[in-house]
């Protein structure tokens, strides 16, 4: 690299249990480089590993070199290269089609992510691509009977609209597929999997989860201590962990315990960094106990939906919750976390219930924790599951203090604003590059990622090719996510899809998505390819032919490979960069032309049509296209 001295020194820090190894070889790997690895004695000398083919003994300099000069960071305002604005676009939108590439390449990343800061999403009244739905009759006969003197009704549709998942993952699919705020999305998916509500169960209505989705997107850019305190009043989450049941008298822990460890601090208190703190035992300190649970759940009692019916019949799950009144919160004094207390309240219930939450917001918002808890979370959905603690901390001295960051230009002094922590892990030097040769960097495709990905890759259309896709791709036209573990909105737990904490089986790296990775899983994930490549997703008329689950269905379009596939080396080279941003690797590319090559049909037209789709088949189905890098 023109200009760059080199590393001269590095401090490794060993864990105290670590005890008497012996030789151990050591790689140092910098935002995304490896180095050679190196040998080091710990405790005594000799007993470990052979030697690196080649390696050379390189003693340290008996002078240690003075500190490098401060890192200064590319101003991303200029055109990108190809393969760094394929890796950008993978991890600030459901993934990079041929146009985007070229459109952000030419314009730059910051301004790029200007625009997408900017944008108004479909319903702008709600910063959200969610539309209002119409809220249901609660019982679900009355709303869906069985006949009805409408020629135009059919129970069949009725609860599908009202009571399935199938209006919201339509809504879901297509602002993924054709959507401009890609960003937006892309940011409000993650933070569902850290303040989750799931439509699985208790809140399994679809305008009941629109309004919590609505809440994701409205804050994706904005105040996490704004965000926190909106879910935790959407009737969803009242629903969802009974805090709308819990009163002085029956108080309910559920949302208490699971704001404390999933939605703020986590159960370890953190360094900046994201790693634990220690006891003198070597064990991480724990973020709070029981009897901080407890307080926190005499905080969180006396709410309920807002009484304010929205038609006879019908609960308002639109609005956010209210104080119940009465005697129902508990308005006496509360010690929470790190000795900080409530004092007692001497206003009436409903105003203390509301003072109480105000307060707790704000004690929440500003823990030390939650700047590294929620960063590395945030980086490891956007860009790689094992950030470096150096990557976590810069992202968390910009959760602090927006000002404090490698890109403070327009900062405001502004704790937990989303939009330059987004902005911080977007263009941090760990994040950004042509080639990331670490083996532990990179993340594995969650099923959304992946079948988004895949169908905007390769232009999605309808099944006849004529118009879009219908985004019918939920559980009513073929569930592809959940297929692959991945219901999109219906997490099986509260702990969301899969666990940030889960490691890679046999390893010590950190591959959350793995955690729903399973034989039957990666079958399915290369069954849905060869869905999508010789088949498509066809129309249907289930439940009617007025209104299908499927209206139009879905295909890819990959006529481009095909007009150039009587060279199989040009059809590689394109899919090389738009899938795999020019990193596929020597055997990969040889077995591919090989395949192509052995596809001869006398018709060209129907040979080139089946070459392309292997080709394709062949490099989204591949380990190397699996991982996010």
Not at 137 to 146: E, I, V
Not at 242 to 256: C, G, K, Q, V
Request: charged share 15%.
């Amino acid at each position: 690299v023109p200009n760059f001295p080199g590393i001269t020194m590095i401090v490794v820090r060993l864990a105290d249990d670590l005890g008497d190894p012996g030789d151990v070889l050591l790689r140092l790997n910098l935002h995304g480089m490896a180095s050679n690895r190196v040998r080091v004695a710990i405790g005594h000398s000799g007993g470990g590993p052979t030697d690196d083919a080649g390696a050379v003994a390189t003693p340290a300099p008996q002078v240690p070199p003075g500190a490098d000069p401060p890192l200064v960071p590319d101003a991303y305002t200029g055109p990108a290269t190809d393969a760094d604005t394929v890796r950008f676009l993978e991890q600030a939108s459901w993934g990079p089609t041929p146009a985007e590439i070229t459109r952000v390449k030419a314009m730059g990343f910051r301004a790029y992510l200007n625009e997408q800061f900017n944008l108004a999403p479909v319903n702008a009244a709600k910063g959200s691509n969610y539309i209002d739905l119409t809220f249901p009759l609660d019982d679900s006969a009355q709303q869906c009977p069985a006949t009805s003197v409408d020629p135009n009704y059919n129970q069949t549709v009725c609860l599908r609209d009202n009571y399935t998942v199938y209006p919201i993952h339509r809504q879901f699919f297509t602002s993924a597929l054709y959507g401009n705020d890609q960003l937006r999305q892309r940011v409000a998916f993650a933070l569902h999997q850290i303040l989750v509500v799931s439509a699985n169960s208790e809140v399994n209505r679809p305008s009941w989860t629109t309004v919590y989705l609505q809440a994701l997107d409205r804050n994706a850019f904005g105040s996490y201590r704004t965000l926190l305190n909106e879910i935790t009043l959407t009737p969803a989450m009242g629903e969802y962990l009974d805090m709308r049941l819990s009163t002085r008298t029956n108080p309910n822990e559920n949302f208490a315990r699971e704001v404390l460890q999933l939605f703020s601090i986590g159960t370890e208190v953190l360094n900046n960094d994201g790693t634990p703190q220690l006891d003198p035992q070597g064990v991480p300190l724990a973020t709070y106990t029981q009897a901080n649970v407890n307080e926190f759940t005499r905080v969180f009692t006396g709410w309920n939906f807002n009484p304010l019916l929205l038609g006879t019949g019908i609960t308002n799950w639109r609005d956010p919750m209210v104080p119940r009144g009465g005697t129902n919160h508990d308005t006496g004094a509360k010690t929470l976390l790190n000795g900080f207390s409530i004092p007692a309240c001497a206003g009436t219930n409903t105003a203390c219930a509301q003072s109480d939450m105000n307060t707790v917001m704000d004690h929440l918002a500003n823990h030390p924790n939650v700047a590294p808890f929620i960063s590395k979370q945030l980086i490891q959905h956007l860009v790689t599951s094992n950030p470096s603690p150096a990557y976590v901390e810069r992202v968390a001295r910009v959760f602090i203090n927006d000002c404090d960051g490698l890109y403070p230009q327009n900062c405001t002094n502004t704790r937990g604003n989303l939009k330059f922590v987004v902005q911080a892990i977007l263009l941090d030097p760990e994040a950004r590059g042509d080639l990331k040769t670490a083996p532990n960097y990179g993340k594995l495709r969650e099923p959304a990622q992946y079948v988004n990905g895949f169908l905007r890759a390769f232009n999605v259309k309808s099944f006849d090719k004529l118009s879009t896709s219908d985004g019918s791709l939920g559980s009513r036209g073929g569930d592809f996510p959940g297929a692959l573990d991945q219901p999109v909105f219906q997490p099986a737990t509260v702990f969301s899809y899969y666990q940030p904490s889960y490691e890679v089986p046999g390893t010590k790296i950190l591959g959350p998505a793995f955690g729903i990775l399973s034989t039957t899983t990666t079958l399915r994930r290369a069954n849905t390819i060869n869905t999508f490549v010789y088949s498509g997703v066809s129309s249907n008329t289930s439940p009617t032919a007025a209104s299908p689950d499927r209206p139009r269905g879905t295909s890819i379009d990959i006529a481009n490979l095909e007009a150039m596939a009587g060279t199989p080396l040009d059809v590689v080279n394109a899919l090389d960069a738009l899938l795999l941003h020019g990193t596929m690797n020597a055997q990969m590319r040889t077995s591919i032309i090989t395949a192509m090559n052995s596809i001869n049909d006398a018709n060209v037209t129907t040979r080139n049509q089946k070459r392309a789709r292997v080709a394709v088949y062949l490099v989204a189905t591949s380990s190397q296209y699996d991982i996010q890098r």
